[in-house]
């Protein structure tokens, strides 16, 4: 049986949380050491505003990340992300986690880049894909969205503005 198709627009209207990934999404995906051992992300503050403007909106939001690392923490806590889980080699049970701390249980959006990213495209409660221009060719060809910036670009300014103008909760018209 033939998965149905919705329109961009249906699916954008429906999210009520989005899971992230960091690395090459929130960051341009390059991981930079000092000679101390110090590890360094840049990350752009428009995807910051962006995200506090999606949660100001009743937009849940999570992170998801491979990797683990301070730095995602304390941008996690400035931005008022509260579920937050890193390391995970399992994406997918990462969400189920979660979930059961209380994050929503469906109509999610899933933005990622690389392919460990796809565990997300697959879960039950993710009902929308997002990437971004420069991800891996396998991830754009199976996202229902892909900003027009590279990761670590603010994309969450796409995504965002994709979401809350479905749900007519755009602000600044």
Request: glycine letters at 10%; proline letters at 3%.
């Amino acid at each position: 049986m033939a998965t149905r198709q919705y329109p961009l627009h249906d699916l954008a209207q429906s999210i009520n949380g989005i899971v992230l990934d960091v690395d090459g999404v929130l960051t341009d995906g390059k991981i930079i050491y000092g000679s101390d051992g110090s590890e360094y992300k840049h990350f752009h503050v428009q995807d910051g505003g962006s995200l506090k403007l999606l949660a100001a909106q009743g937009v849940a939001l999570a992170i998801i990340t491979g990797r683990s690392s301070s730095i995602v923490q304390r941008r996690a806590e400035e931005l008022g992300i509260v579920h937050v889980s890193q390391g995970a080699d399992d994406k997918a049970s990462a969400l189920d986690q979660l979930i059961a701390e209380g994050f929503p249980a469906k109509n999610l959006c899933a933005i990622g880049d690389d392919l460990q990213d796809l565990q997300l495209f697959q879960h039950p409660a993710v009902t929308l894909t997002a990437t971004v221009a420069n991800a891996h060719p396998t991830v754009l060809s199976k996202a229902q969205f892909v900003t027009q910036r590279e990761g670590g670009s603010g994309v969450i300014v796409e995504l965002g503005e994709l979401i809350l103008r479905a749900q007519q909760r755009w602000p600044f018209d």
